[in-house]
């Protein structure tokens, strides 16, 4: 460790290079330009001024997608040009740590009106912001802005004022090297996932037809909200889903995250270690059958009983996909002809979709004979 003076500028570019970004885009705006202009001097580091600042967002995005920490950087006039793209990532998500850097001028000392950014980003934005009131702070919260980021798939943002960005201080640094990335370059990586990049207005066959965003958005959301509400009463938490569903890896992160020092990913009760004691939170990722959220909690043993947490009351309609229910009204008619038919059975086995669940009908298809 070592202590040295520097500007706020200076001292946020010199995290952002210690952390590893490997891309750094912005436009030029006071308080801001200099971040970029420090960042561009550092090795291993491709910066760039965009055309505006959402086509820097977007650039630094891209980075983060492909498995490269990235920093956009812009002044808050130009974090307003950027509200489009920031209304999308805040859902979708991103892969490497990403820091979106939005510097307010209070007083408009250098700006043609002022603006608390915060409004935009975290009121409006639902994205974590930090808030640094020193140098130091600047420094401290751009590195503990990329890992969280990382860690939370999460876009999280640094709001720097005036008197931050071009003020002087003494800063704690990690070495006198002098923006020296830690570890060793990642190689460029594109992971495919449509269902989560593509916000457009798809509509999900597999999810009963509902439109993709309004799928994603709600549930994600309301089962992010619930872990956080058991996570500050809890000792540990057991998350079940598959370790390839990014819902279920999405709940493990916000767990963590939360602040819970035990979190625990099963697919089947089995799984479960020996050693939880306490309070402890059950979650499930959307693919969790019903049957083994039950088998687990029957495993865990509760000696006090269970309590649900209920954040949001939702009534999804997911209808059994048409063809299932065309063959089980097909089968029902023949049988009807034939001595086969169950007693009191009815030629209309769905009845209504929204009382009738697909894995009721599943079984039900089961159970009857074979042709």
């Not at 709600?218 to 370790?243: C, F, M, P, T």
Request: hydrophobic residues 45%; glycine residues 8%.
């Amino acid at each position: 460790m070592a202590r040295q003076f520097m500007l706020g500028n200076e001292a946020i570019a010199r995290a952002a290079a210690e952390s590893g970004v490997r891309v750094v885009a912005g436009y030029p705006g006071t308080p801001a330009t200099e971040i970029v202009e420090q960042c561009a001097a550092c090795p291993g580091i491709y910066a760039e001024w965009s055309a505006n600042e959402k086509h820097a967002f977007e650039v630094a995005t891209a980075a983060s997608l492909t498995n490269q920490r990235a920093m956009a950087v812009m002044k808050h006039n130009g974090t307003n040009a950027a509200a489009d793209f920031l209304m999308h990532v805040n859902f979708t998500g991103v892969r490497a740590g990403l820091v979106l850097v939005s510097a307010d001028d209070p007083g408009g000392l250098s700006s043609q009106c002022e603006e608390d950014t915060r409004i935009l980003i975290h009121t409006y934005a639902h994205l974590p912001v930090f808030d640094p009131s020193s140098v130091e702070e600047a420094y401290a919260m751009t590195k503990a802005a990329f890992s969280l980021s990382e860690e939370t798939e999460l876009v999280f943002a640094l709001r720097p004022v005036m008197r931050i960005n071009h003020a002087g201080g003494m800063v704690e640094v990690d070495s006198e090297g002098g923006g020296k990335p830690d570890g060793q370059p990642r190689p460029p990586e594109f992971v495919i996932d449509r269902r989560r990049f593509v916000m457009s207005a798809v509509v999900e066959k597999e999810s009963g037809g509902e439109l993709r965003p309004k799928m994603r958005h709600r549930w994600l959301n309301a089962k992010q909200a619930a872990l956080k509400a058991i996570a500050e009463k809890v000792d540990a938490i057991v998350v079940i889903g598959s370790a390839n569903s990014s819902n279920t890896v999405a709940l493990e992160k916000v767990a963590r995250a939360s602040g819970c020092e035990r979190v625990v990913r099963v697919n089947r009760p089995e799984e479960l270690p020996d050693d939880l004691e306490g309070t402890v939170g059950v979650t499930a990722g959307a693919s969790a059958p019903e049957a083994v959220v039950e088998a687990v909690i029957e495993k865990l043993a509760p000696a006090l009983g269970t309590d649900v947490v209920s954040v949001t009351t939702e009534d999804e309609y997911f209808p059994p996909p048409p063809e299932l229910r065309e063959l089980l009204r097909a089968l029902a008619a023949a049988l009807a002809l034939t001595t086969a038919a169950p007693e009191g059975a009815s030629l209309d086995p769905v009845g209504e979709d929204r009382d009738t669940s697909a894995a009721h009908l599943l079984d039900t298809a089961g159970a009857l004979p074979a042709a």
